[in-house]
């Protein structure tokens, strides 16, 4: 018995023909995650990649996810020429995603905006948490500013805000609300920003400050924070005292996060809403 | 007279030396920017590129970014090889950096969020503006929820709430505020989402369904929305009516968008807070 097999193939003791495919699982809308992992030469991965498309088109398949680990960058090109695009990057892998269907890709859009914080920590004798840093754009010019950082990923905007200050100055704070946020766009090339202004109450009040980005950190009376040059000429020193002044001399009402299931898949989340006051929505 | 020279170098009549070198611009952190757009060999692409960063490591500089349109993916090995990592990906482009000095890098963070926007718009009659969708996890369903949708690249949260609103229904709406946001992690894959509650004021009430994503627009009574059983079992839907009724019944106050200059680079951006009532702060 002589079957014609093609090198992707292979022929079992009953003489079925199996094809060997991509190592891939299944998503929730439908397509396919293939998570590649171990090296490969690029002509072998362009046979499995033909065989697992054909496989999939058959199946009804939509997205083909193809996650490159940077090691594995010799098959980026291959994947590209078989008609995959980039989706997004991060330092250590590439996605890489192909559209199976004649219809219109619903394919879910790339992370857009980087997300920061800075926190307000005043304490009982009014004053403002500051630092100094030893880069960017304020390093060697004494300019006092409050602590932040970029939210990591996966991490919950109250959180960000609580361990920045905590890194940067040793104090421990509890989050209160977010006052204010600011979008802004072309911060990195054609990328934007969303920036969370909090506002936090400190537990504890001897500072030791980070060695690696912090030059100086200090507790300043609020005069003396608004008497400096750059909150005078500069709109976002400003609006950050005034809006720390707004919370702690006339209660002004910003956000604060509630628990929340996630109406699609059940996992939980936090909802930002105004909870002070008679409007507040009342959750049951 | 005879001058040893490598491909990339070029010898003058006056015997000069001139080193071939990447086109690059400086950006203003004291690093390159390489936008390639000819099409190249992997080779020269190597002569070029070492050429370039001892030049550039001569010169002081710190970030060297090369940004890849798909077409050039034959160049993605060879600059991976020579040390460079992945920043971001769009579907059309590849954008690598390498950082030169012995110094901790400070490349800015990679886009970690997606945004997006849903609209809640009330007219005089108590009817909330409603949609289904012909896809994703309400197609068939009969569920009527509030028209979404992603913030564009470079696009402002409030423009991006009307334009959807009108793009689904052909409702034109004014902006009022933001009522809520919500943060939710691995939307897709590690990436997260943040998604803003915005009510809108409508100033038109006929509605012209949009084909592409729309089965179906309507007006819907609140208590109708109240009464579908999704709005029972799911928290964002029940969130989304609480918020609404809030704001309509009671005045509760969300955040609106003022016009601020930003600190770093005089570019304008918007700075969402809360500008209802005593406690507003008076910005002048």
Redesign the interface.
């Known amino acids: 018995m002589s079957i014609s097999v093609n090198s992707s193939d292979r022929v079992c003791e009953n003489g079925i023909q199996h094809v060997e495919l991509l190592p891939a699982t299944n998503d929730v809308h439908g397509g396919v995650i293939v998570d590649m992992k171990d090296a490969m030469d690029a002509q072998h991965f362009l046979t499995l990649l033909r065989a697992s498309i054909s496989q999939w088109r058959r199946e009804g398949k939509k997205g083909v996810w193809i ?1 490159l680990p ?1 090691e594995l ?2 098959l ?2 291959t994947a ?2 078989e008609g995959f ?11 890489l995603v192909y559209w199976i269907p004649e219809t ?1 890709n ?1 394919l ?8 920061s914080v800075g926190a307000i920590v005043v304490n009982d004798k009014k004053e403002m948490l500051v630092v100094q840093e030893k ?3 304020f390093q060697g010019t004494g300019v006092w500013k409050i602590p932040t950082g ?2 990591d ?2 991490e ?2 109250f959180k960000a805000a609580v361990r920045e200050v905590k890194e940067e100055t040793g104090i421990d704070a509890e989050f209160l609300e977010v ?14 920003d ?1 920036s969370f202004v909090c506002m936090l109450h400190p537990q504890t009040f001897d500072i030791e400050k980070q060695e ?1 980005e912090i030059e100086a950190a200090k507790w300043m009376p609020l005069e003396e924070y608004a008497a400096q040059p750059v909150t005078q000429t ?6 950050i005292l ?2 720390g ?2 919370k702690l001399d ?6 604060s996060p509630l628990h ?5 898949d059940d ?1 939980l ?6 909870r002070a ?7 049951s």
Chains 1, 2 share one sequence.
Request: charged share 20%.
């Open positions: 996650k940077i960058v010799n980026v090109e590209v020429k695009r980039y989706h997004h990057a991060e330092p250590h892998y590439l996605m219109t619903t879910p859009a790339n992370a857009s905006h980087r997300v880069s960017g754009r970029v939210v990923e996966g919950d905007i006052l204010a946020f600011r979008q802004s766009h072309k911060s990195f090339f054609e990328k934007s969303l690696l500069h709109a976002l020193f400003k609006y005034e809006l002044l707004a006339r209660d002004y009402a910003g956000f929340i299931t996630s109406v699609f996992k989340s936090f909802l930002y809403l105004n006051g008679d409007a507040v929505p009342k959750f």
